[in-house]
C-alpha cells in the first residue's frame, strides 16, 4: 500500500497546484497518493523547463538528471541549487530544494505502480524537452510556431493526454479492476480529456506565450487564414482571426465532451472519482464560454473563471452526485448551467 504524501509535501502540492489539488483531494486514498506523487514531481520538472532565467541548455540538462533519477539509472547526489535560486516563487522555489523528498517517496511505491509513475514522468519530461529546443531561439520578436496539426496533437498528448491515460491505468488497477468497460474507447477518451483540458489551456494562454515567443497554434491553418504568429491578435485582423480561434474551442469542447463520457463510464458507485473527472470538464467548458465571448482586446487579460464560479460548479455537483437525471444535466456546452444552477433547480 503507498504512503500518504508528508505534510509538508502535500503542503507544497497544494500551494503550486490550487485547482489540481481540489481534484486531488477527493480522490480515493487506494490511488491518491500515486497520482499526488506523479504530480508533484511533474510540477518540479516543469519549474526547472520555465527557468527563464537558465540557458535551455542548463534547464535541459537538470531535467535529463532528473528523468534518470526517477528511472533510477543514477545514484549521484542532486544539486539544484542554481535552479532553485532562480525562482521567483517560495512555493516553487521549494519544490526543488525538496526533491530529494518527493524522490525518496518512490520507493514507497509498488512495482507496478512505480512503473506507471515513471512512464507518465519520462513522457511529460520529454514533451518538456521538446518544447525546449523547439522554442529555443523564440523570444517576443521572433515567435516560433508549430508547424502542423500533428505537432500540436502530440504535444497535447505528451503533456496532458499521457496524464489521462496514467490516471485511467490507476484507477482500473486500484479501484474497480473487473469491472465490464469498453476499454480501448475507456482508454482513447481518458487521453482526449487530457489533451481537452491542455487545448483549453494553449487558447486561454495565447498572449502570455506570445510574449515568450511561442505559438502552440501550427503555422498551417494560420498561413490559410492569411494570418501570421506576428500579426494574429492585431484588432485589425480579428475577423479572421476569431473564426480560427473559435475553431480551435471547438476542438478542445471535443475533447471535453469526450471527457464527460469517460466520467459517465466510471462504475456510478465511483462517486469520488467521478467528481474529480467532473470538475476540470466542467471548469474546462466553462473556461470556453468565456473565451467564445472575448474578443481579440479582451484575450491578453487572460480570460478565466472565478473562485465564485469554481465554487458554485462543485457545490452543484455534490447536490447532483447521487441523482442520475440531475448529474447528467450539469454538462452543457455553453458552459453555464452549472455556474448557475438554473438547470439544476
Not at 489539488?21 to 520555465?50: E, N
Not at 527557468?51 to 543514477?74: D, F, S, W
Not at 509513475?117 to 523547439?134: F, N, P
Not at 469498453?182 to 494562454?205: M, P, T, W, Y
Request: aromatic content about 8%.
Amino acid at each position: 500500500m503507498s504512503v500518504p504524501l508528508p505534510e509538508n509535501l502535500d503542503a507544497l502540492l497544494q500551494a503550486t497546484s490550487r485547482s489540481f489539488y481540489l481534484t486531488l483531494r477527493v480522490l480515493p486514498r487506494a490511488i491518491r497518493p500515486q497520482i499526488g506523487l506523479a504530480y508533484l514531481l511533474a510540477r518540479t520538472t516543469d519549474t526547472m523547463a520555465d527557468a527563464e532565467i537558465l540557458p535551455v541548455a542548463r534547464r535541459l540538462e537538470a531535467l535529463k538528471t532528473l528523468r534518470e533519477k526517477i528511472l533510477g539509472q543514477n545514484s549521484a547526489p542532486l544539486n539544484f541549487s542554481e535552479l532553485a535560486q532562480s525562482q521567483g516563487s517560495a512555493a516553487e522555489k521549494l519544490l526543488l530544494e525538496k526533491i530529494s523528498e518527493s524522490l525518496a517517496l518512490l520507493d514507497t511505491l509498488s512495482p507496478a505502480d512505480l512503473k506507471l509513475v515513471r512512464a507518465v514522468l519520462v513522457t511529460i519530461i520529454s514533451g518538456q524537452e521538446l518544447d525546449l529546443q523547439r522554442f529555443a531561439n523564440a523570444s517576443a520578436q521572433k515567435i516560433v510556431p508549430l508547424q502542423t496539426a500533428t505537432e500540436l496533437d502530440d504535444y497535447t498528448y505528451r503533456v496532458a493526454g499521457c496524464v489521462g491515460e496514467f490516471w485511467t491505468q490507476m484507477c482500473r488497477a486500484h479501484l474497480f479492476p473487473h469491472a465490464n468497460l469498453d476499454e480501448k474507447q475507456f482508454f482513447a477518451d481518458g487521453i482526449r480529456f487530457g489533451k481537452g483540458l491542455q487545448l483549453v489551456n494553449i487558447l486561454r494562454d495565447l498572449p502570455a506565450d506570445f510574449k515568450n515567443g511561442r505559438c502552440y497554434l501550427p503555422l498551417e491553418p494560420l498561413s490559410a487564414a492569411g494570418l501570421t504568429p506576428e500579426n494574429l491578435l492585431l484588432p485589425a485582423n480579428e475577423k479572421k482571426f476569431l473564426p480560427l480561434f473559435h475553431n480551435y474551442l471547438d476542438q478542445a469542447e471535443a475533447h471535453l465532451a469526450a471527457g464527460w463520457r469517460y466520467t459517465n463510464t466510471l462504475p456510478f458507485g465511483q462517486f469520488r472519482v467521478r467528481l474529480a473527472c467532473a470538475w476540470p470538464v466542467l471548469f474546462g467548458l466553462r473556461t470556453i464560454s468565456k473565451l467564445r465571448a472575448a474578443g481579440v482586446a479582451d484575450l491578453p487579460g487572460r480570460v478565466k473563471i472565478s473562485r465564485g464560479e469554481v465554487r458554485k460548479i462543485i457545490f452543484f455537483s455534490l447536490l447532483a452526485s447521487p441523482v442520475p437525471f440531475a448529474w447528467l444535466r450539469l454538462y452543457s456546452p455553453d458552459g453555464k448551467a452549472v455556474a448557475s444552477g438554473e438547470d439544476l433547480a
